[in-house]
């Protein structure tokens, strides 16, 4: 099973402070949403061209990896068309650079913004999208979120983009609390595109969500990750700790150390 962390869930940590803490966690690599100020992964110092040859070194004398660059490319989004495609393919292009498999788009805002979309249209989109990225030997992964949390949707988008570099990044979070979904029905639908898995853990108090610490909510986390095992799955889960979101939550930290030995306790 391998290990990380999205930056998310650190957003005052210099990129040095996101390394050291992995590598002394017993983590395997880290998902990259931002580091300290800068949001925009194509714009982290650490990985522009000059850069990238000396931070791959870092990484790979830490015997750590980016397991994932996670874009904020809603390639839905029929406002601005040509300049979401060219974000997707900036975050592209410095995955190429950093040795990095997989880029996140997303194809839905959330679940309070998740009415009837354009399908034919997304699907066009993250065509034009993957295209580019097979000639870098990137994959694109969309996330399940808002109506593509819906894992029958989901599975026909990427079916209509007829790409094989198309994945996709199961947050366990948003088919179980939205959609119902039991981890046997999303791995049935979607397991076989799945190449990342966000892990998070919530509860519905007096109608409204609060996020918790891993095993303190009400999501099947065990069972996501045993369907998964039980398929060979071999890629990351990856815990999605929305403290630059809410900063109310615990420090990364403590939650950080407890996803580590929570997961670890499965196996």
């Not at 290990?3 to 880290?30: H, N, Q, R």
């Not at 061209?49 to 070194?57: G, I, L, S, V």
């Not at 601005?80 to 650079?97: E, F, I, L, R, W």
Request: with cysteine; hydrophobic share 40%.
């Amino acid at each position: 099973m391998k290990l990380s962390f999205s930056t998310l869930g650190c957003p005052d940590w210099s990129f040095e402070d996101i390394i050291v803490t992995a590598k002394d966690m017993g983590y395997d690599g880290v998902e990259i949403r931002g580091v300290g100020n800068e949001l925009d992964g194509t714009r982290i110092p650490q990985f522009s061209p000059q850069n990238a040859p000396k931070t791959k070194e870092l990484l790979a004398k830490k015997g750590l990896a980016i397991a994932c660059l996670t874009s904020a490319c809603y390639i839905h989004d029929k406002n601005m068309p040509d300049d979401t495609v060219y974000q997707a393919k900036a975050y592209v292009d410095t995955a190429s650079d950093m040795g990095v498999k997989y880029v996140r788009v997303l194809a839905d805002y959330g679940p309070e913004q998740s009415g009837e979309l354009d399908p034919a249209f997304v699907a066009s989109q993250l065509k034009k999208v993957a295209q580019y990225a097979k000639q870098k030997n990137v994959d694109v992964l969309v996330e399940t979120n808002g109506y593509f949390a819906n894992s029958a949707r989901l599975a026909g988008l990427i079916d209509r983009t007829g790409e094989n570099n198309v994945g996709v990044i199961w947050d366990i979070h948003h088919p179980y609390r939205y959609f119902g979904e039991t981890p046997e029905y999303t791995v049935q639908t979607v397991g076989d595109f799945i190449r990342h898995v966000h892990i998070k853990d919530s509860v519905m108090q007096d109608g409204k969500l609060k996020y918790t610490m891993i095993s303190y909510g009400d999501l099947p986390v065990a069972a996501c990750v045993n369907k998964l095992l039980e398929i060979g799955f071999d890629g990351y889960f990856s815990l999605e700790w929305l403290k630059r979101w809410d900063l109310s939550l615990e420090e990364p930290g403590i939650a950080f150390a407890a996803y580590a030995s929570y997961m670890r306790g499965l196996v």
